[in-house]
């Protein structure tokens, strides 16, 4: 597929919530005599991007270039991050730490490749405002040199409604596509951006529909192109795939790519990067789609926050053509 032979002329901007994410792997042969959970006996320990800083290492992946803004602590775990991001070859340069302030931390307990216990080490209220306004001010001063523009907010305290507002101004301004992985029942906050990826459950929420309907996504679809002057939604499905929705165009379904799901870590990471570096490359929404659903196939049969290769989308896009 020659868009990705494009996608090395790609720059990426993301902003959003950094995340680490930790894995203590293990196994369990009995259960606790001093309460009904499993003693998992540790075995290693490994580190990954998470939140953000996950997109930015599958766009990386990808060949395409992210520049990644977000906040992280002073802490040891801070320095964990740029380790991590640079050997993802991912530059850290944008990153603005705060005193005071935890780096946001998932450590997900695995044993026999499932996960026992997740927990959070994180605060997610607003940031300051001198500090949201030193984030803005350097998005400012490159949006002009990026191709596209992901917003990946988990609700950790940085995507705030008057800093979402302000960047899709600026973006709209400088004629850059933004596209976002969206958090939270208030899709007002995202009015004017260009797509939009929620996953079922999420769409269902926004609309305030009842997720089991048979016709949820495309009532939520339609509503929320509607609501938010935007100009696509991409509904993300698990096993049933995904549909991608366009003003005054038809649906159109992907089937899921995955021959089988052991963690959905991170799939929604690699859905908006494959998506993004492929509209910065030039593409279609379409065609994106088709890629990141194909990118997410590869993901989700793997354990624990992975990021997708070029190598490896490529093998799979023919296997795909192959089987087809």
Known sequence: MRVLDDFTNAKILVVGDIMLDRYWW?????????????????????LAAGGAANVAANIAGLGAHPLLFGVIGTDDEANSVRRVLSDLNVSSEHLVQIPDRPTTVKTRVIAHSQQVARIDNEMDSDLPPDIEAMV??????????????????????????????????????????????????????????????????????????????????????????????????????????????????DPVSFAAAAREVYDVTGAGDTVIATLAAAVGAGADLETGTNLANIAAGLVVEQVGTTSIGLIDLRRAIEASRTSG
């Open 26 to 46: 293990g196994s369990v042969s009995r259960i606790s005599p001093e309460a009904p959970v499993p003693v998992v006996r540790l075995k290693r320990t490994t």
């Open 136 to 249: 803005k001010d350097r998005i400012a001063a490159v949006i002009s040199d990026v191709h596209a523009i992901v917003i990946s907010d988990y609700a950790k305290g940085l995507l705030s409604e008057t800093m979402l507002a302000d960047l899709i101004t600026i973006a709209a301004d400088s004629g850059k596509p933004v596209l976002v992985d969206p958090k939270g029942k208030n899709y007002l906050k995202y009015r004017g951006a260009t797509i939009i990826t929620p996953n079922r459950r999420e769409a269902a929420e926004a609309c305030n529909f009842d997720e089991s309907g048979s016709d949820l996504v495309d009532r939520a679809g339609a509503k929320l192109i509607d609501d938010l002057l935007i100009d696509a939604v991409l509904i993300t499905q698990g096993e049933e795939g995904m549909t991608l929705f366009r003003r005054d165009c």
